[in-house]
């Protein structure tokens, strides 16, 4: 059995069983939300950019969506050299280490470490050079979900506190929770005329991406609030920015993207799609497969997950978990880089061989 699944929503799944996938058919590309999640299909994002969308003769650019890491990501994807940049974002995330106490301070450090090795030109530490290779690359055009906030959200750290928490009763029973608090903002590449529309009741707010802007929107769309410090934008001084995983855990693109022929490739550490932030507490609840119409999802089997180390995929809570043993993390999360990078050569593999018709299944 193979250890990748590939399913698609309707359109994509009659597409695909038809015409098979080529690069050429790829109008987005997504990425989630889930920290160290993303480290279980880093070698399959690799094998995606490096490999599959090199293969592309279509002149229109790709655009890109993520929040949080998803966001991430997909920057490092847009640089020149995305083979290198996603390696070495990749040993960069696994390198962050806590000797001292894991809070605001630590957490923006280490980001700030992150940040300055995957955007670097040859680790020099000056990022304008990665980041103007963004802007200039003609076959992407990057687009990072943040959450403008307002009310208790757009508030001092221990307001914040009680809104989230407030938020968290209410999505027991509503996945409006966040009205009120929190506002879709989504900063986009200027060469872009792409035009969202909000369908879900969070209206969208869209800022044009530059490169004096850009590290903090990057940073905005990972600041989990609480535990990270907010992000405070100069042409927007009265409001904060937090992760733009509270309102698109894993964004779906119905809820706001434009409807388009294209189809949105999605590689994701799950089999399923969990809307907002709070959701990921309730097993139960995932996004219909009538909401991801045009979406191939590219994840790995639940078996596969349970034959990593520790049994499961990466995740932020192993941060504590290993901190006074962070060599044994650092190799267990290096063995599941090593091992996902398989499922991108299966995904490859069935692309080029047509196989991919037969593989596919409904989301």
């Known amino acids: 059995m193979s250890d990748l699944i590939i399913a698609a929503g309707a359109k994509a799944l009659t597409h695909i069983r038809k015409h098979g996938l080529s690069p050429d058919h790829i109008s987005a590309i997504f990425g989630a939300s889930g920290a160290a999640k993303w ?4 070698g399959l994002d690799h094998k995606v950019f490096a490999q599959f969308m090199t293969q592309r003769t279509e002149k229109t650019p790709v655009d890109l969506f993520g929040t949080s890491v998803g966001a991430f990501k997909l920057a490092g ?4 050299d995305s083979d290198a940049t996603l390696k070495v974002m990749a040993d960069a995330y696994i390198a962050q280490s806590y000797e001292g106490p894991i809070n605001l301070q630590s957490i923006d450090t280490q980001t700030d470490i992150v ?5 670097a030109h040859d680790h020099d530490g000056d990022m304008s050079k990665g980041i103007a290779e963004i802007f200039a690359n003609k076959k992407y055009r990057l687009h990072i979900g943040t959450v403008r906030c307002h009310g ?20 027991t029973f509503t996945d409006r929770h966040l009205i009120g608090l929190a506002e879709r903002a989504i900063f986009s590449d200027p060469r ?11 209206p969208v707010r869209q800022a044009s991406l530059t490169p004096d802007n850009f590290t903090k929107a990057l940073r905005a769309s990972g600041a989990i609030p609480v535990y990270m410090k907010p992000v405070k934008l100069d042409e927007d001084p009265a409001h904060i920015y937090h992760d733009g995983g509270m309102l698109d855990y894993h964004p779906v693109p119905s809820n706001f ?16 799609f969990k809307l907002r932030w709070f959701d990921k507490f309730y097993p139960k609840r995932k996004v219909p497969a009538h909401n991801l119409d045009n979406v191939v999802m590219l994840a790995p089997r639940p078996e596969w997950a349970k034959a990593l180390p520790d049994g499961k995929i990466p995740s932020r809570q192993d941060f504590p978990k290993y901190r006074n ?15 996902s990078h398989a499922l991108g050569e299966e995904f490859i593999d069935a692309c080029q061989t047509g196989k991919i018709s037969d593989l596919v299944q409904p989301l």
């Not at 480290?39 to 880093?42: E, N, Q, V, Y």
């Not at 208790?152 to 999505?171: C, D, P």
């Open 39 to 42: 480290l279980a299909i880093a």
């Open 77 to 80: 994807a847009a640089r020149a």
């Open 115 to 119: 940040l300055k090795k995957s955007m």
């Open 152 to 171: 208790g959200l757009n508030a001092k750290v221990w307001r914040q506190g009680f809104a989230l928490a407030r938020a968290a009763l209410l999505s």
């Open 192 to 202: 872009s005329d792409i035009e969202f529309q909000a369908r879900d009741g969070f």
């Open 257 to 272: 993207w434009p409807q388009t022929d294209g189809l949105v490739l999605y590689p994701h550490f799950y089999d399923h």
């Open 325 to 339: 043993n962070e060599a044994e993390r650092f190799e267990k999360w290096h063995e599941v880089v090593r091992r």
